[in-house]
């Protein structure tokens, strides 16, 4: 991938010595025999040696072209790859046209997840280095799929039993199972747009459940399969180390409710009455990528289910180890309308397990109705509120495509009436779990 030793010409050692001994008398240091130990180190791929001198001169004044190149590499070959851009940026001040550091750069670049600059970098790469790192310029950057099932006993608990008590009358919706697919198409548009469509299709199973005892005891259950439809936009701006997203959001649904006859006329058919729900959102974000660390606050308006409502999230990426080996994610979440205001925590923790797996695990907590996530790509427009989650994924990433198995749970909270008659009930709360599984493919153009 890099080759190592290709050194500038005996014009950089000569400055080099020079700047040392310079150094030598003003600040005490022993710069001969630095530049003699940094060159030494580098040839022997003493890394953590070269480091430490090299921070040591550093301190003392000392910043130029060749100490700064040693110490990138070297923190690259140490995998520290935040503290290698900082060097490597530092060295491209000094020469913007060495092709070996220019490679490095790039691959630090890929390796902490700033694929923006990485971008940004190839555009000034001469024909031989693009050639080398197998640039491409596809318009379609990736294609993922997913698909998963969210399986309950919901329904099964319920339908058997005795939801009345000793009332007349209990009615309730019990969801069932839930299958969903998703398909992300990731376009390049220049070196600084990107644009991300997502398409989502989710079928649940719902169970209208009636049970009575006038005139006779009875029960009755009307099942039917709801298709939920979403689309979101995202077009995402690189501008001197910030990002820039404005996302846009169309939810479509159709659901059937249905209504028991009036207490007087018992033995009459129920009604039912079929809904075509069509909502939006828009969304704007905003993050900047730091060392080891990388803010984010997106806004989102929406009115799902027809409520008016604004998600605020605050998010907070960082990278401890200075690369991919173990990150984190970490989220605070306000959803606000006329109806309530919630605050929803989640938390995400990865690390590398072996040369091309990972594994994350993570968690939320608070009441996610109406709640909308990274400026739109995750939103709860769930018909009951979901109060916690958990669960893992195992990524496998490979040259051309990435592979994902997850397993997730989920509590839920929903109700039922039950009471004399239809029209005088009390509602009993309740909550009931979902087990998610599900996997994703991810094609790399």
């Known amino acids: 991938m890099i080759i190592g030793n290709n050194f500038k010409p005996a014009f950089y050692l000569f400055i080099f010595s020079l700047f040392f001994l310079k150094s030598y008398s003003q600040d ?12 030494e180190f ?4 003493n890394w953590n040696s070269l480091i430490a001198i090299g921070n040591e001169a550093l301190k003392q004044g000392i910043d130029i072209y060749l100490l700064r190149y040693r110490i990138g590499i070297s923190y690259f070959e140490k995998s520290n790859y935040e503290a290698a851009i900082s060097n490597l940026e530092r060295a491209k001040e ?71 008590g000793t009332n007349n009358y209990a009615q309730g919706t019990f969801y069932s199972d839930v299958v969903f697919g998703n398909i992300v198409i990731n376009n390049q548009i220049s070196p600084n747009f990107k644009l991300q469509n997502l398409f989502s299709l989710v079928t649940n199973t719902s169970n209208d459940l009636f049970q009575s005892s006038l005139p006779i005891e009875r029960t009755q259950v009307f099942t039917n399969k709801n298709n939920y439809f979403q689309w979101n936009v995202i077009g995402s701006y690189y501008y001197k180390g910030w990002n820039i997203g404005v ?31 069509s909502n939006f959102s828009s969304s704007f974000s905003l993050s900047k990528k730091l060392s080891f660390i990388e803010p984010v606050l997106a806004i989102t308006y929406s009115n799902l289910s027809d409520i008016n409502s604004l998600s605020i999230e605050g998010s907070l990426n960082y990278f401890p180890l200075g690369n991919l080996n173990f990150y984190g994610n970490t989220k605070i979440g306000i959803v606000t309308n006329e109806l ?25 907590y608070g009441n996610h109705q109406n709640y909308i996530s990274d400026a739109g790509l995750y939103v709860f427009n769930t018909p009951n509120k979901i109060n916690w989650y958990a669960g893992s994924n195992l990524n496998f990433y490979f040259k051309q495509f990435d592979f994902s198995l997850g397993y997730g749970i989920q509590e839920r909270a929903s109700s039922y009436e039950r009471g004399a008659n239809p029209l005088n009930t009390n509602t009993i709360n309740y909550t009931y779990n ?11 153009f």
């Open 28 to 39: 005490r240091i022993d710069a001969a025999e630095i530049e003699t130990k940094t060159l």
């Open 42 to 45: 580098y040839t022997n791929k």
């Open 94 to 164: 000094f020469d913007s046209n060495d092709p070996v550091l220019m490679e490095y750069l790039y691959y630090s670049y890929i390796y902490t997840n700033r694929n923006e600059k990485a971008v940004e970098l190839l555009t000034i790469f001469p024909d031989d280095l693009k050639a080398k790192v197998n640039y491409k310029s596809p318009l379609f950057k990736s294609i993922s799929a997913e698909i998963g099932v969210l399986s309950t006993d919901n329904f099964d608990t319920n339908k058997n039993a005795n939801l009345k």
């Open 247 to 277: 996302g846009f959001g169309l939810y479509d649904s159709s659901f059937i409710t249905y209504s028991p006859p009036p207490p007087l006329q018992p033995n009459a058919p129920f009604s039912s009455i079929k809904t075509n729900a």
């Open 340 to 364: 309530q205001t919630n605050t929803i925590f989640t938390q995400l923790l990865g690390f590398k397990i072996s040369k091309k797996i990972w594994i994350e695990g993570y968690g939320a």
């Open 434 to 444: 979902y087990n998610l599984l599900k996997t994703k493919i991810v094609w790399k």
